[in-house]
């Protein structure tokens, strides 16, 4: 079974050289989890909001709109993460005063602090942790 995600995007079918183990993955969303790994960052007492964004179950650009939409607050991330996984990853804001902390059914947002505006060169990469079973 291909993904609605990997066929949006030309993916019809994948091929190895070799029969496999007879395992699945993406039983369930902590079968599959992603974690983006960034560089230090050097926190200041002004500058971009940086958030720590932790989803479950829904794609990166409807938790943004979400988020955007019931708490009036626009963010930039390095990158889209897979809706069928568990998902932790960076998110900038221009945004000043006050930070709370967002929860939802499918995601968490955390303020971490204050830093210069951050690019894709200081993301190291993903961190994956898979479970085949």
């Given at each position: 079974?291909?993904?609605?995600?990997?066929?949006?995007i030309?993916?019809?079918?994948?091929?190895?050289?070799?029969?496999?183990?007879g395992?699945?993955?993406?039983?369930?969303?902590?079968s599959?989890?992603v974690?983006?790994?960034?560089k230090?960052v050097?926190f200041l007492?002004e500058g971009?909001?940086l958030y720590?964004?932790e989803?479950?179950?829904?794609d990166s650009?409807?938790?943004?709109?979400?988020i955007?939409k019931?708490?009036?607050?626009r963010?930039?991330?390095?990158g889209?993460k897979?809706?069928n996984a568990?998902?932790?990853?960076?998110?900038l804001?221009?945004?000043?005063?006050e930070?709370?902390?967002?929860?939802?059914?499918?995601?968490?947002?955390?303020?971490?602090?204050y830093?210069d505006?951050?690019?894709?060169d200081?993301?190291?990469?993903?961190r994956f942790?898979?479970k085949?079973?």
């Amino acid at each position: 079974m291909i993904p609605e995600i990997d066929k949006s995007i030309g993916i019809e079918v994948y091929s190895t050289h070799f029969k496999g183990i007879g395992g699945r993955i993406k039983s369930d969303y902590d079968s599959f989890i992603v974690e983006e790994v960034i560089k230090d960052v050097r926190f200041l007492n002004e500058g971009y909001a940086l958030y720590r964004l932790e989803k479950v179950g829904i794609d990166s650009n409807n938790v943004l709109n979400d988020i955007e939409k019931k708490h009036n607050l626009r963010l930039k991330i390095f990158g889209l993460k897979d809706a069928n996984a568990r998902t932790i990853q960076y998110a900038l804001s221009k945004r000043r005063g006050e930070h709370k902390e967002v929860m939802s059914k499918n995601y968490s947002l955390k303020f971490i602090g204050y830093t210069d505006y951050l690019t894709r060169d200081l993301l190291i990469g993903n961190r994956f942790k898979i479970k085949i079973l």
